[in-house]
């Protein structure tokens, strides 16, 4: 057992663990060791910038689940961007749940989301499901706001996965769209460019929303495909 499997192990939550493994339903349950995420972010922290943190980085894949978490928390904390592109094209790979790739943020794709561009259009092409996810994750927390174009909802509309995990992060995104983009996004739903299930989901999710008002909900309820 390597020093960083001893300190997680040392952290282990017997209960934590349970819940973990009916969050993580693609996850072998027998490499999940049931650290919680506040612990597993002090870790990356006190070793941010160690040897010790090269030397784990540098070996994949891991054993452990909360070795894929912790990586992708020190990834955060680079600093230069193409490194962090590196680093992250390295680790996405191997990636097989939704927690991972949504608790992936890069400190230094904040500085700089418009460069990111690129390396998005990849991830949405990417075979791997995980992959196409964070590409999605990506789009939906760097533009949507103040750099949003319509043309991005293209994109992720574009994707065509039988993936669960891609599917839900589809919906997400159009839901959030609806929430901050309301106009531009609209036209997608009424003209049902997206697959079934997602297309009801989003419209699900985005009906849950505080962000959707009352008028908008009702017109969206009318938009669910049955």
Known sequence: MTKVQQ??????DKGYQAGSVKLNPSVDPETIIGVRIPALRQLAKELKGTEEAAAFLSVLPHAYFEEYLLHAFLIGFIKDFEQAVTEVDRLLPYLNSWALTDSMRIKAFDKAPEALLPHIDRWLSDDHPYTVRYGILCLMNYFLDDRFKPAYLDKVAAVQSEEYYVRMMQAWYFATALAKQYAATLPF???TRLEKWTHNKAIQK???SYRIT?????????????
């Not at 300190?7 to 282990?12: I, S, T, W």
């Not at 009702?218 to 938009?223: G, I, M, S, V």
Request: charged fraction near 35%.
């Open 214 to 226: 009352p008028d908008q909900k009702a017109y969206l309820r009318t938009l669910k495909k049955k």
């Open 189 to 191: 739903i009424e003209n």
């Open 206 to 208: 985005a009906i849950e």
């Open 7 to 12: 300190k997680l192990f040392a952290m282990q």
